[in-house]
């Protein structure tokens, strides 16, 4: 157990819709980064929130996008969602240590 | 794109006997983890290595480094049924960095 946790579990949505999936981080850390990970590949990071401010951005569209609160819990919002989105969506929490701790994640499939 | 790559891509392996994956990244890193992953749910951190380091060790777990050759090795051994999973390096290249993975080893340790 990472102390990580991820709101929901499963969800299915159709193509065009919106979704919001969330993430609460361990006690502690300050920093959420959120994770994309298709079927038999390894996870792609999209962006990492520090104190509420958005701290670096991988290769993903401005569809995805995210908040951190001010207790560090996060969301990753994604608009217009298209069927390559349907994947598991890791967030993982760190500290001052470079270690990231992950949430057992939330599996998305678009129909 | 994807920093790291593995290598076996999968490894069958009976129990008792010792498991070896290899994962060679592109540019500096700052450190390198490696990440278990059990049937599609959250990864879990197993052991971290820094740039400056050559050889770690966890339990079971052997980790090495060759920055040279820009290349680590996790070695498993006296492996157990329970050890079956997906295996991922992750390179960091700052602190605080996102985390760039592999494409992961699947590991199937027969009974």
């Known amino acids: 157990e990472t102390g990580v946790t991820q709101s929901p579990t499963h969800l299915i949505k159709t193509r065009g819709q919106q979704v919001t999936l969330r993430c609460s981080s361990q006690?502690?850390?300050?920093?959420v980064s959120w994770y994309q990970q298709a079927l038999g590949q390894g996870p792609q990071f999209i962006f990492q929130y520090y104190r509420e401010e958005e701290n670096g951005r991988g290769n993903f569209p401005p569809r995805f996008s995210g908040l951190q609160f001010p207790n560090y819990s996060s969301e990753l919002n994604v608009n217009a969602l298209e069927l390559d989105d349907s994947a598991l969506y890791l967030c993982?929490?760190?500290?001052?240590?470079?270690?990231?701790?992950f949430g057992p994640g939330t599996r998305l499939t678009v129909l | 794109s994807q920093q790291g790559e593995e290598d076996p891509q999968a490894l069958s392996i009976q129990e008792g006997e010792n498991a070896t994956m290899n994962c060679s990244y592109k540019t500096s890193i700052n450190n390198l983890q490696w990440y278990r992953q059990n049937s599609g749910r959250g990864l879990v951190h197993l052991i971290l290595?820094?740039?400056?380091?050559r050889e770690k060790h966890s339990g079971r777990l052997r980790v090495t480094l060759d920055t040279s050759k820009k290349s680590s090795s996790l070695l498993i051994t006296a492996s157990r049924a329970a050890d079956t999973a997906s295996y991922f390096c992750a390179t960091i290249y700052n602190q605080g960095g996102k985390l760039i993975f592999g494409q992961g080893t699947e590991l199937s340790v027969k009974p």
């Open positions: 290595i820094r740039s400056n380091e």
């Open positions: 993982a929490s760190s500290g001052q240590l470079n270690e990231q701790f």
């Open positions: 006690s502690g850390h300050n920093t």
